[in-house]
T-cell receptor, first 110, second 114 residues
Framework: DAGVTQSPTHLIKTRGQQVTLRCSPK?????VSWYQQALGQGPQFIFQ???????QRGNFPDRFSGHQFPNYSSELNVNALLLGDSALYLC?????????FGPGTRLLVL | AQKITQTQPGMFVQEKEAVTLDCTYD???????LFWYKQPSSGEMIFLIY??????QNATEGRYSLNFQKARKSANLVISASQLGDSAMYFC???????????FGKGTRLHILP
């Protein structure tokens, strides 16, 4: 049973560019959440998708957007990248109370 | 507002000893869940243990147990017989049952010494 997978593992972008990160949930999970983890900090909730709709959103600007597909996989898009967007982006999937995380995508913005 | 506090930024523990990682939380919601995750240097967040606010007994998962003291709003993680592979960052987290987002603490870096 494959766990949560994310791609790519690493990414380098320059300021002003746009990026798309991808996540495939654990088998049987229908809910996907995205988190941003800056160096030395705990993860911060970005948003959550369920039934292809954004169900909840954290305190992140509209530059951060997402999508969930009918197979429950999800994308996180970030527009107009800033240096401060450099972080580990974690995807988590869930069916009941526990969220299981993927290995993350490390984004570096230069 | 909901908040998780982990007061130990780092800990050094001798191999095979037990270790307690502290976590306090703040919420006015009566229904919530508490989690502990382990994050090795690779970055993946590994689920360790879960405690529901209405659970009467403390959760246990192998060498991990959660010392849940509801009145004190405390949810400490106890690792028995520590191993070198336990060296990692540990995060305490909370989820309100009325929504699904998880709030994390700042973490405790645990170093197991041989």
């Amino acid at each position: 049973d494959a766990g949560v997978t994310q791609s790519p593992t690493h990414l380098i972008k320059t300021r002003g560019q746009q990026v798309t990160l991808r996540c495939s949930p654990k088998s049987g999970h229908d809910t996907v959440s995205w988190y941003q983890q800056a160096l030395g900090q705990g993860p911060q909730f970005i948003f959550q998708y369920y039934e292809e709709e954004e169900r909840q959103r954290g305190n992140f600007p509209d530059r951060f957007s997402g999508h969930q597909f009918p197979n429950y996989s999800s994308e996180l898009n970030v527009n107009a990248l800033l240096l401060g967007d450099s972080a580990l982006y974690l995807c988590a999937s869930s069916y009941a109370e526990t969220q299981y995380f993927g290995p993350g995508t490390r984004l570096l913005v230069l | 507002a909901q908040k998780i506090t982990q007061t130990q930024p780092g800990m050094f523990v001798q191999e095979k000893e037990a270790v307690t990682l502290d976590c306090t939380y703040d919420t006015s919601d009566p229904s919530y869940g508490l989690f502990w995750y382990k994050q090795p240097s690779s970055g993946e967040m590994i689920f360790l243990i879960y405690q529901g606010s209405y659970d009467q007994q403390n959760a246990t998962e192998g060498r991990y147990s959660l010392n849940f003291q509801k009145a004190r709003k405390s949810a400490n993680l106890v690792i028995s017989a520590s191993q070198l592979g336990d060296s990692a960052m540990y995060f305490c987290a909370m989820r309100m049952n009325r929504d699904d987002k998880i709030i994390f603490g700042k973490g405790t870096r645990l170093h197991i010494l041989p």
